[in-house]
């Protein structure tokens, strides 16, 4: 069983829908018992890194999930701001992120960026240097994928980059380390490619 985590922000009925086109079965939650009994879960999320970690934390489900993720090694993906949420901190804010992984959350540099390029980094994007993670495997050419965000990843480690995208200049697209994946990118909105990422997720981890 695939559980959807509830803390108040994301899509998550978009993330329901694709993986019912796609036969996946999915609960939405906030019940730390459907955490536990949980064989993959995703954490979506859209807003400010703020709001995010503080509605996470009114929740009460950071210890269910630490325990599920770090301990119990559920697989989980995070989705545009729940990929954030994974790291130390962000630029966007003061509060401290979950830090299951080494980095931080920063904000597109403005002096990087082409006249016509602005922010937030809204649209269609390409990705690639994807070839080492199973969530990519038989994709389909040319993968693009579906982008809404001001702030990216900057990880410590650049051996957990998942995949890469360029807007201005290159940046981490997601991360993969172990049962812990994230991807900036809304797969819920990818048309093909998005479905082809969830079901590898569930099928592969």
């Excluded at 990843?153 to 997601?174: D, Q």
């Excluded at 991360?175 to 048309?191: A, D, M, R, T, Y």
Aim: glycine letters at 10%.
């Amino acid at each position: 069983m695939l559980c959807i985590i509830d803390y108040g922000i994301g899509n998550l009925s978009s993330i329901k829908n694709m993986m019912k086109k796609i036969g996946i079965d999915s609960i939405i939650s906030n019940k730390s018992d459907d955490i536990q009994k949980a064989e993959k879960l995703i954490l979506p999320g859209v807003g400010s890194f703020d709001y995010g970690m503080e509605q996470l934390n009114k929740s009460g489900l950071v210890n269910i999930l630490s325990e599920s993720v770090l301990i119990n090694k559920t697989p989980l993906l995070g989705i545009c701001l729940g990929v954030q949420l994974l790291t130390e901190g962000s630029e966007e804010g003061t509060t401290k992120g979950l830090s299951w992984i080494k980095g931080k959350t920063v904000a597109f540099d403005k002096d990087k960026l082409g006249l016509t390029q602005k922010i937030p980094h809204m649209g269609w994007a390409d990705v690639y240097d994807y070839e080492k993670s199973k969530l990519f495997t038989n994709i389909f050419p040319e993968p693009r994928f579906y982008f809404v965000h001001s702030y990216h990843l900057k990880l410590e480690n650049e051996n957990k980059c998942l995949v890469k995208a360029k807007y201005g200049y290159e940046f981490a697209a997601g991360i993969e380390k172990e049962n812990i994946l994230g991807v900036q990118f809304h797969p819920e909105k990818s048309h093909k490619f998005g479905m082809k990422i969830l079901e590898n997720f569930v099928r592969y981890y």
